[in-house]
């Protein structure tokens, strides 16, 4: 009896263990809207994602007649945010339409020419559009543009100047022949232009600038491919959650 009583104090004792938050116990407290909300979330991670989520929630509002216009939802930029956040926020707050999910590459690239250089930023993306009610759902997919027959989504921002060593270069160049001095061979001006390229920062050329720029267009795309999507029809076979969202969010159907 004693064992018997020991073992039914253990059980009682376990039953009244907290449940963790999100483990079939309380859900996780979320910050609720006053205002249908659609969410910008992106999967990516580094310094690119903040600009990126900032500016197609940016592109979005200017679609919708902007945040104050008082029958059109509220674009909300989430950076930090994960897939499970997007999940919980619909769950728990009534005025949360959806979002949609960016996933992207972040390729940034320097070619350096004798004379010019050039700096590239990539951006290879996908989109998944969510809507929270009547539960959470994927709606619909964007891996390329209308109209691009087959051609990935894919955004590319360059810039091209003139180097400040490309000058120093040629400064040296003229230097040494007013002074009469050595002539400057081939060699030492080639070394005068492509000399501590590395440590010196190049004018014209920010990586910041051209991942803003490639964000409005990133918003300027999505825009487009969620107008399309909200007028396909017959591709999914019940269409009544993606037509409720679409209409929420100013696109015709």
């Known amino acids: 009896m004693a064992r018997c009583s020991r073992l039914l104090v253990c059980i009682a004792v376990l039953s009244f263990l907290p449940v963790p938050a999100g483990a079939d116990g309380p859900a996780v407290p979320v910050l609720t809207s006053l205002k249908p909300a659609f969410y910008v979330v992106s999967e990516a991670t580094g310094d690119a994602n903040t600009p990126i989520t900032l500016g197609v929630a940016q592109s979005l509002e200017r679609s919708s007649a902007g945040a104050l216009n008082a029958k059109a939802p509220w674009f909300v930029p989430k950076p930090s945010w994960k897939l499970n956040d997007m999940i919980a926020q619909c769950a728990n707050d009534p005025q949360a339409l959806g979002g949609v999910i960016l996933t992207y590459y972040h390729g940034y690239a320097t ?82 232009i492509f000399g501590g390229t590395a440590q010196r920062d190049i004018p014209g050329y920010s990586d910041p600038v051209r991942l803003r720029a490639a964000a409005q267009h990133v918003g300027d795309d999505l825009n487009g491919a969620m107008a399309a999507m909200c007028k396909t029809h017959g591709d999914v076979p019940d269409e009544t959650q993606r037509t409720a969202l679409c209409g929420a969010l100013g696109f015709g159907t």
Not at 134 to 163: F, M, Y
Request: hydrophobic residues 45%; positive net charge; contains cysteine.
């Open 111 to 192: 070619h350096f020419f004798l004379l010019w250089q050039s700096e590239t930023t990539t951006l290879d993306l996908s989109a998944s559009v969510v809507s929270c009610k009547p539960k959470p759902a994927i709606v619909g997919v964007v891996n390329e543009l209308p109209g691009a027959s087959g051609t990935p989504w894919v955004i590319r921002r360059t810039q091209v100047s003139i180097p400040l060593v490309t000058i120093a270069g040629y400064a040296t160049m003229i230097a040494s022949r007013k002074g009469n001095t050595n002539n400057v061979n081939a060699a030492a001006l080639l070394g005068a």
